[in-house]
């Protein structure tokens, strides 16, 4: 399917809700134990399970756009230094040196070589070691086998994905399933790069409490009465998984605009919904015709999160588009995600930590969440 005929058929699945008042549902509630939100031990194992044994997602493409690109992340405690070599091969390290350990790079941008600040051991954007000074003191030392640590890492369908610990070799295809790795090629997301830094939000609650206020738009009508709610429908959801990730997609409000007309006269309707993806354990993508908002939710410890947004701009944006997307950006962040999504987060976290709820409810329209949790525990037994 292209991307045009997979937003049509959203489109009809969006329509038809809002004139039946309906919503795509799960077959039955589900309770979760509240202790697993609270329970260090449960959190020490989906820090091992989920993220230590896991490919994740490190960025997308655009974020290394051309050779000679890098980019440095930190993901639980770990600093990776992420480069596009010479011959446009993505690679990621541990951005640690080989002599003492310190910190090789930061921030982003283009380098032929990468310089540690310590004593200058210097390295190529394939991590090999090409200079140290004084080399005649390290005389007997394999040079060759001081590169630095390189880890698994995949490039496919405007993903990096890799481990943040040594492991089995990544394939993206495999990682998404063939199904969301064609939808994803459809979508041609490769070329979008970063509209402004990627920034962090610290978050007073478990990381699970914070990536369920992704995973549904129940609350829209409450909790963003006076913001979302007047952009998006709340309530109005479409759910389909692809193994243990999904895809949501949600109405935005100018979708009356199609009520009555042919669809054959329909046009581009992408400025008519939102796409919403959950790349498992700890992904939110969410689209829309102008940008795509990456957030990438961690655990830091039991009760605390953070989530690293980075916006991604759509390519060849007409200047009207490029002044609307400069104006919602600073609104999605400061008041829709601080100010209301990480506050009720945050006012989750107490309310758990008492242990005076024995479970967290979500109903058969909360769909998302009920398959990312179950997800959650079937790994957690499997390992």
Request: charged share 25%; hydrophobic share 40%.
């Amino acid at each position: 399917m292209d991307r045009g005929g997979l937003e049509r058929s959203l489109v009809r699945r969006l329509l038809d809700h809002i004139e039946a008042g309906t919503t795509d549902l799960a077959d039955d509630i589900l309770e979760v134990p509240a202790r697993s939100y609270t329970d260090p031990e449960q959190w020490a194992r989906e820090v091992d399970v989920l993220f230590h044994d896991q490919p994740l997602l490190l960025c997308l493409s655009g974020a290394l756009p051309r050779p000679g690109s890098y980019l440095t992340v930190d993901i639980l405690g770990t600093p990776l230094l992420l480069t596009r070599d010479t011959d446009g091969v993505v690679h990621s390290f541990a951005n640690v040196c080989r002599h003492r350990g310190v910190r090789v790079a930061d921030g982003c941008g283009e380098a032929r070589r990468f310089t540690c600040p310590f004593h200058a051991w210097t390295y190529d954007t394939k991590g090999a070691l090409v200079g140290l000074p004084v080399a005649g003191a390290f005389d007997g030392m394999d040079r060759a086998a001081k590169g630095l640590v390189e880890l698994p890492v995949d490039e496919g369908y405007g993903l990096v994905v890799g481990r943040i610990r040594p492991g089995e070799p990544v394939d993206v295809g495999a990682h998404l399933g063939p199904e969301l790795a064609d939808e994803l090629s459809a979508l041609d997301v490769a070329s979008w790069e970063p509209y402004g830094a990627a920034h962090v939000h610290p978050v007073r609650a478990n990381w699970k409490v914070t990536l369920d206020t992704y995973r549904e738009n129940y609350h829209f009508d409450y909790l963003h009465k006076t913001t979302l709610a007047d952009y998006a429908y709340g309530g109005v959801l479409t759910f389909d998984p692809f193994g243990p990730h999904l895809r949501n997609a949600s109405a935005i409000r100018s979708i009356l605009e199609l009520q009555g007309t042919p669809e054959q006269d329909w046009g581009d309707v992408s400025p008519y919904l939102s796409l919403q993806y959950q790349l498992f354990p700890n992904t939110a993508l969410t689209f829309d015709a102008r940008h795509i908002e990456l957030w990438q939710i961690f655990p830091v410890d039991v009760a605390t999160s953070e989530v690293v947004h980075t916006a991604y701009m759509r390519p060849g944006l007409s200047e009207e588009d490029s002044k609307r997307l400069a104006e919602m950006a600073p609104w999605i962040c400061d008041t829709v995600v601080d100010g209301e999504d990480f506050w009720v987060a945050g006012r989750t976290e107490p309310g758990l930590t008492t242990g005076l709820l024995d479970t967290v409810v979500f109903g058969r329209n909360e769909p998302a969440p009920q398959h990312l949790h179950r997800g959650f525990a079937e790994r957690l037994r499997g390992a």
